[in-house]
């Protein structure tokens, strides 16, 4: 019988008093923390008489160390870090200036390239960067500060007093497998927090129990998340200059799934690469990381990276939806920011800008919410008013209806993006509505048996060791840790579904969706099927994908004990 992770009762927990509790150490929490220390200093430079402390401001991270399981493209739009540390581009790790971009429809051996680059797709300005170099630098300044963060600890409880949010429970650390403490057993603290602020980064598992509890997306439109898959490459002497960016869009997708890829040229020809792919498509066997080996495929790729060597490998969900499907994002005691909100441009693919602005917003209203001595939605809804009268609101209003626009297909989202262009957004409608990427995949009695147009996408791809990896070879070149003997932190509610059900309609899609090899259908002759799930939780890589895309909705991840995950040192 699978036990799964959950919080232990009846347990004696330490009581720590919070100003600022913020969950999650990425670009959006940590510009939160570092926003707060800033107007901290400036309060007490004015009031000699009244200074305030940032000892009860803690930042809490899962990774054992900052920046571990922070994975993006990526380019940062530098606009917001210019505002929170003016002139930072002499000290922060940027890889390199973008000086040239281009895009491509590719067909399976050919390719077109756009005569001129959309305007969304224009990078001249903005930097390559790792972003995990990019939060460990920045979370060095945060602890520079003197602000605490918590490495190694996941937030596994919002506290709650009525429909107020009053803290956050960490994890308990040293339960085995069967639930059991060990002899290491230490229990979560209790964080009792004046302003909790939740920066989670992707479908983060508290943003998710908040937003069920308070039923905070109603009226929203259904968040619909891409997966990126990513390799990182050591290619020969003038392949990709330093800042160059390539996007691609068409082959290997059909005009039935939406995503796209990125090509960029980092420094000492490190070559960041990935595919985007929406996870709204119909078939269940598709699977995103052998798009990304199709991709590689390509002539045009093939010859890029021809002679080089792979070394690095990550995945991870991001928001598609944009403005529509954003839930309320403060209230009795809680803000909520980044990724996790859902602040992403899709058109652009860019979402860092956002989320480090996104942080600094929401300090600039915690500051104010602990100086008054309050921290209720009256003062915290400051911070959705201060949204919504930023530039985030400017630039995700202009692309509202983009991803929308797709719902169905690749001709009609590019007419639809078209239109959109020239409307400010519009499009044909005031607001487009959208499926659940779940809602859209179809059973396997709708699809042809041997996939069709899209069979070359399903199932797990081979690999061929040099070029292109099954998903264990990728997968090795993640890092991934986690501590063995504990409870799994994939819960799934009801594995009847998956060993009666899920096998036969939908041909057990968790096993094509996971870039991890988490799941796994097992011979089991007492099974109806004569299978049964079967988890490897040590190998999850944390990109949420499961959560989201079960088409039975039956999956819920949480973190696992604190320092687990990938090590996506460079990515
Ligand atoms: Fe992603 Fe879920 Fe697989 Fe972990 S188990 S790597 S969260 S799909």
């Not at 699809?447 to 070879?473: C, Q, R, S």
Request: with cysteine; glycine share 12%.
């Amino acid at each position: 019988m699978l036990i799964f992770r959950k919080p232990l009762e009846g347990i004696d927990r330490p009581q720590m008093p919070a100003d600022v509790v913020i969950v999650g150490g990425g670009p959006a929490g940590m510009a939160c923390a570092l926003r707060l220390s800033q107007l901290i200093d400036e309060h007490n430079a004015k009031n000699p008489d009244s200074q305030l402390s940032k000892e009860n401001i803690y930042v809490l991270e899962k990774a054992r160390e900052i920046g571990q399981h922070c994975l993006s493209g990526a380019l940062l739009d530098p606009r917001s870090m210019r505002e929170l540390l003016p002139g930072f581009e002499k000290e922060a790790p940027l890889d390199a200036e973008v000086t040239k971009e281009s895009v491509y429809f590719l067909t399976e051996k050919g390719k077109l390239k756009f005569p001129i680059t959309p305007p969304p797709l224009r990078d001249h300005g903005n930097y390559v960067i790792s972003l995990n170099r990019f939060v460990k630098w920045l979370g060095s300044k945060v602890e520079a500060t003197g602000i605490t963060v918590f490495t190694g600890f996941a937030g596994s409880e919002l506290l709650f007093d009525g429909d107020r949010v009053t803290g956050v429970r960490t994890d308990d650390k040293g339960i085995d497998k069967e639930g059991h403490q060990k002899s290491n057993f230490e229990p979560g603290y209790d964080l009792n927090a004046k302003v909790v602020i939740l920066a989670e980064g992707t479908r983060g598992s508290l943003t998710k129990q908040l937003i069920a509890k308070f039923d905070l997306a109603k009226g929203c439109n259904p968040q619909v998340y891409g997966q990126g898959v990513k390799e990182l490459w050591e290619v020969p002497g003038g392949r990709v200059a330093p800042g160059e960016v390539i996007y691609t869009m068409g082959w290997p997708l059909t005009t039935k799934d939406y995503g796209g890829a990125w090509i960029y040229g980092g420094k000492d020809n490190v070559v960041s690469l990935g595919f985007v792919t929406a996870l709204d498509y119909p078939d269940p066997r598709l699977d995103p990381q052998r798009v990304l080996q199709d991709f590689k495929q390509h002539p045009m790729v093939a010859k890029l990276l021809a002679g080089g060597k792979m070394i690095r490998y990550g995945a991870k969900s991001f928001p598609y939806s944009g403005w529509w499907a954003i839930p309320p994002v403060a209230g009795n005691g809680w803000m909520i920011l980044g990724d996790a909100a859902g602040f992403l441009n899709s058109q652009r693919l860019k979402g860092i800008h956002l989320a480090i602005k996104s942080g600094m917003l929401a300090a600039e209203t915690a500051f104010e919410a602990v100086t008054k001595g309050d921290s209720s939605a009256k003062t915290l809804s400051g911070f959705q008013k201060k949204v919504e009268s930023s530039w985030i609101k400017d630039e995700l209003w202009k692309v509202r209806n983009f991803h929308q626009g797709f719902e169905h297909g690749f001709w009609a989202g590019m007419f639809n993006a078209g239109i959109q262009q020239f409307t400010g957004g519009r499009g044909l409608r005031a607001r487009y509505t959208n499926r659940s990427g779940p809602e859209h995949m179809k059973r396997l009695a709708e699809l042809p048996a041997d996939g069709g147009a899209e069979a070359h996408l399903l199932g797990p791809a081979k690999g061929d060791g040099k070029l292109t990896f099954d998903k264990l070879t990728d997968l090795y070149h993640s890092g991934t840790k986690h501590e063995e003997d504990q409870p799994s932190h994939l819960i799934i509610h009801d594995t009847n579904i998956c060993n009666a059900r899920c096998v036969k309609e939908f041909g057990s899609p968790c096993q094509s969706f996971c870039p991890a090899n988490v799941y796994e259908m097992v011979d089991d002759a007492e099974q109806p099927n004569g299978k049964r799930i079967s988890l490897n939780p040590s190998n999850c890589v944390h990109c949420k994908t499961c959560d989201i895309a079960d088409p039975y909705q039956i999956i819920t991840w949480v973190p696992p004990e604190g320092g687990g995950g990938p090590n996506y040192d460079g990515m």
